[in-house]
Structures are given as structure tokens and as C-alpha cells.
């Protein structure tokens, strides 16, 4: 799969924290920031890093979108919507008829679901 400038750019910065830490010499410094520049695939990039802690992973994803975050947050503010509901329904008095946490819920986590099912394809 071909690689982008995002992709490239992840992968020098990883080099350059490499380099930062010790882990590689000046000269195997350049010599893979010249070659993570020309790199055309995800390939050409995995092997720039291979032997290096993985900091920074080239390729599809890089961005490191976090679904276990995101669900966690997800239910923290369900959570938050569901006490602040059955607080107004308590202090009301009132039937709870109408459950309008799922107007913030719903769409949320619709979009998480689609992202996490999308992602585990690839």
C-alpha cells in the first residue's frame, strides 16, 4: 500500500526521537531520514523502524485512533446524562415518559460503533 507525506512525516519523527534517544548514530540517522523521504510504501517505511520501539507505527492507522478511549468516554458521559436524568425525573416528580438521554447517546455511539467494526476489517 502506497504511503502518504502524514505517514513519512511520523516515521521521521520517530527516527528523530530515536536518534534523541541514543538509539541510532548520526550517520544511520540520515541515511534513514533520506530513505523514509523516498519511501513510496508502508513497507519501504515498516522497515525504516522495525528496530526501534514502536513509538510512532507507520502505516494505516497512524493517526492511532483510540477506540478503547473513546468508548470510555462514551460511557463516562452516558453515564453523566443518565444521572442528571433520573435526578430531574426524582426532583419532578413526574413519570419518566420520556428518556432523552438517547438523544446523546445514540448518535455517539453509533458513530464509535461504525468506526470500531470499520477499523477491525482492515
Do not use: C
Not at 500500500?1 to 541510532?24: H, I, K, P, T
Not at 463516562?76 to 444521572?83: A, I, K, R, Y
Not at 415518559?97 to 460503533?113: C, K, R
Amino acid at each position: 500500500m502506497r504511503a502518504a507525506d502524514v505517514d513519512r512525516n511520523a516515521v521521521v519523527d520517530q527516527l528523530s526521537e530515536a536518534y534523541a534517544q541514543g538509539r541510532l548514530t548520526r550517520d544511520e540517522l540520515e541515511t534513514r531520514l533520506t530513505q523514509a523521504q523516498e519511501a513510496k510504501t508502508y513497507a519501504e517505511l515498516a522497515a525504516l523502524t522495525s528496530d526501534l520501539p514502536k513509538t510512532v507505527p507507520p502505516g494505516p492507522g497512524a493517526d492511532a485512533f483510540d477506540h478503547r478511549k473513546a468508548w470510555m468516554s462514551w460511557a463516562g458521559v452516558s453515564g453523566l446524562v443518565n444521572v442528571i436524568w433520573v435526578a430531574t425525573w426524582a426532583a419532578s416528580g413526574d413519570d419518566p415518559t420520556y428518556y432523552w438521554p438517547i438523544w446523546v447517546m445514540g448518535p455517539l455511539g453509533i458513530v464509535l460503533l461504525i468506526r470500531t467494526v470499520s477499523s477491525r476489517r482492515d
